[in-house]
């Protein structure tokens, strides 16, 4: 049987040269919480959705009873911040849920991409520390030293020193790809624990994306999130520490971006 992808576009747009902002599911959800807060804030519009076979064979449970199926969605923003740019949004419920689904997904992404002209990528995700984090750094990577450069100059941001990390997922194929398409891409890395969604780390990529593309959303949201998981992370710490351990999963397994 042949697994298919298939992207369907349900609204007319009109964009031009767009920076393209992914944030799919992964550690600590910081990516898709960064996407899905300029979406909300921003009022983006949704303009595209991909379905594919190699999604996981699962729908996914609403609070009101309904379902939805496993999808992602592309959302755009036209003349959006200081610098008037049009920007689309990769958001969803899912990523490919083996290797052959991930790399698929993702050459049919940069494909789609490239077909409407993208001129840089950001791809946003979190990179997993396994404990507690004080104050969220924000790590980069790219595939060319030029947007590497222009991140890295912002006090906020810094290179990962050790070497052999990988980035798994959208979040590091799209970079690969996008360097074979002359693409250039950078992968924004908040610091989280990686076992609950952290609006810490991604408020603390917001506030390097809000540097580098010149436009604000309003935090208000974002900061009432932190106040709560602050406080469950404060009752969490009268919990037995052997209780606790079993929660979190194996260090070596969060080292990496989703």
Do not use: W
Not at 5 to 12: P, Q, R, T, V
Not at 85 to 111: P, R, Y
Not at 155 to 161: A, D, F
Request: hydrophobic letters at 40%.
């Amino acid at each position: 049987m042949v697994r298919e992808n298939i992207i369907k576009e349900i609204k007319d747009f009109d964009i031009k040269d767009p920076i393209v902002l992914e944030g799919l599911p992964g550690i600590g959800f910081v990516g898709k919480f960064v996407v899905d807060q300029i979406i909300k804030q921003a009022e983006a519009i949704k303009f595209a959705e991909l379905k594919s076979d190699y999604f996981p064979p699962q729908v996914t449970m609403k609070e009101n009873g309904l379902i939805e199926h496993m999808k992602n969605e592309f959302y755009y923003l036209k003349d959006f911040g200081e610098d008037k740019h049009d920007l689309i949004l990769l958001t969803g419920n899912t990523q490919g849920s083996d290797f052959e689904g991930q790399t698929e997904i993702c050459k049919v992404l940069i494909d789609y991409f490239e077909d409407l002209g993208a001129k840089k990528i950001f791809t946003l995700g979190g990179l997993g520390t396994g404990e507690l984090v004080k104050d969220n750094r924000v790590f980069v990577a790219a595939n060319n030293q030029e947007s590497l450069d222009e991140v890295i100059q912002l006090n906020s941001t810094s290179i990962r020193k050790d070497e052999g990390g990988a980035i798994i997922g959208a979040s590091g194929l799209l970079l690969y790809y996008a360097e074979e398409r002359d693409i250039p891409a950078t992968c924004l890395m908040g610091e989280t624990p990686g076992f609950f969604v952290d609006a810490s780390a991604a408020k603390a990529v917001l506030l390097v994306l809000f540097e580098l593309l010149k436009f604000t959303i309003p935090l208000d949201e974002i900061e009432e999130q932190i106040d709560l998981i602050n406080q469950r992370i404060e009752a969490s710490q009268k919990i037995p520490p052997h209780v606790m351990e079993q929660q979190v999963q194996n260090q070596d397994d969060l080292q990496y971006i989703g």
